[in-house]
Structures are given as C-alpha cells and as structure tokens.
C-alpha cells in the first residue's frame, strides 16, 4: 500500500513537471516569433526611413509581433496608401504591433503606424524638397 502511494505521488509530480516544461516550450516559441518579426520590424523601419521619400513609394511592411507573419495590410502598401486605410484595418495592424493606448482617432492611429513604419520624416522631406 505503501508503495502505491509513493508511486502515485511520484507520478503527480513528474506530470506537473511536464506541464511546465510544455508551457516553457510554449513560451520561448513565442518568444522566438517575437524576436524574428522585432528583428525583421527594425530592418524594415530603416528601410522605409532611408528609402521612402515619396508618397508613391513601396514601403517594406511590418510583422506582426505575435505571428511573425508580415501584416497583411500593409503588404504592397505605398506611404500615401496609409491615408486610405479604414478604422478596423488601422486598429488591425495596430493590434498585431502589439501597441495600446492610441486614442480613438485614425489620424492618430495613422501617425502611429508611420511612425512604426519609420516613415515620420517623409512630410518634413517634402516640404523641402
């Protein structure tokens, strides 16, 4: 009998250790999407701040932070084609950026994801030509 409990006891604590080591796994496989799609963020953010100058150019689009996945919105999408997207496309890619407490406002949601985009400087270079 009192071999059965000992081994009952064993078994519970080597199912909850299996149980944590499934959530770390779980956890370092988000983190590694995580850290690809930061990675690939920040190479396409100088990009877009080295190479963008007109309203008509491609910008290199984002990835979500949670997928690693490039933001659908955002494939083939212009600088100035930011300026058309809708409210549920903005508050998309803003989710998938993983960025909060924008206010209520696609001009600010806009702003926003330029800024991520690394494009805040494209108006200034304008007005200077």
């Given at each position: 009998m009192l071999v059965r409990v000992v081994v009952h006891k064993i078994d519970k604590v080597t199912e909850a250790?299996?149980?944590?080591i499934r959530s770390l796994d779980e956890y370092m496989e988000e983190l590694e999407k995580y850290m690809i799609a930061s990675n690939e963020n920040s190479m396409a953010r100088?990009?877009?701040?080295s190479y963008c100058r007109r309203k008509e150019d491609q910008l290199e689009p984002l990835r979500s932070l949670k997928t690693s996945e490039i933001i659908p919105e955002l494939e083939n999408m212009t600088s100035g084609g930011l300026?058309?997207?809708?409210s549920e496309q903005l508050d998309s890619i803003l989710d998938a950026l993983t960025i909060k407490d924008v206010p209520d406002n696609d001009n600010l949601k806009r702003r926003r994801i330029r800024l991520a985009c690394g494009i805040v400087f494209q108006d200034v270079r304008e007005l200077l030509g």
């Open positions: 250790f299996e149980s944590r100088f990009y877009n701040f300026y058309n997207l809708r």
